[in-house]
């Protein structure tokens, strides 16, 4: 059973979190509030998040300080940022976010529906690459199963293979839907080329498992 993401909205107001939870509810994820910069960056230490929504106006640390640290981080700096502010303050202001690591940086009062929508972009890619780690880390168990068997007793790899095959199609099926999705909507850049990179990993992984198939050429060389 796949675990539900973890969405992290960082407000210093009480009634800006709600808000945020009420127009997020939908997606049926586990939302985790943060109150200040540092305790966002607390919460980065233990947990995986899917996507971070991060205030940009708090006192003490603010929202671009909050993201320099988040992207220095090799454990969190993938994690996708969408800034959120009250003040427009142009292009500049603008083009700091970005600078700072934010796939989007939208204003409020922003749409509902708009910002649920790019959230569950994020959602769909974050969980799309938690399946990809499972389907390898069964590839690698069968590949150490393959070696087992070749010394010890023969534990018919056939019906593992099959089943590996047509988990791995489900989700070259879905990804390949959610990239279509993407095209056809002409969403952040930064979400198409995250799709992008999670069908390459796809393909990788077709390529290897195919490579184990019985009567298939050169399957040790595909697999190292």
């Known amino acids: 059973m796949v675990q539900k993401a973890k969405i992290l909205l960082v407000d210093d107001r009480p009634e800006n979190l709600l808000a945020l939870e009420a127009i997020l509810s939908a997606l049926d994820q586990t939302l985790v509030r943060a109150s200040s910069g540092e305790e966002a960056l607390k919460a980065l230490l233990t947990d995986d998040f899917a996507v971070i929504l991060l205030d940009v106006q708090m006192p003490g640390m603010d929202g671009f300080e909050t993201a320099a640290h988040i992207k220095r981080r090799e454990r969190t700096r993938d994690i996708p940022i969408i800034f959120l502010t009250a003040i427009n303050h142009g292009p500049h202001h603008t083009f700091r976010g970005y600078a ?37 880390a069964l590839l690698r168990l069968q590949l150490e199963g393959n070696d087992k068997a070749a010394v010890g007793e023969a534990k018919e790899p056939a019906g593992l293979l099959a089943e590996l095959s047509a988990r ?57």
């Open 100 to 136: 700072a690591g934010a796939v989007d940086y939208i204003s409020k009062p922003f749409d509902p529906w708009v910002l649920r929508a790019k959230v569950s972009v994020f959602v769909e890619l974050y969980m799309k690459n938690c399946q990809l780690r499972e389907q390898a």
């Open 168 to 224: 791995l199609a489900a989700v070259e099926e879905q990804a390949e839907a959610l990239s279509k999705q993407l095209g056809d909507e002409s969403t952040d850049a930064a979400a198409v080329a995250t799709a992008a990179h999670l069908e390459r990993k796809l393909t990788g992984l077709r390529r290897a498992l195919d490579a184990l198939e019985p009567g298939s050429s050169g399957g040790q060389a595909a697999v190292n």
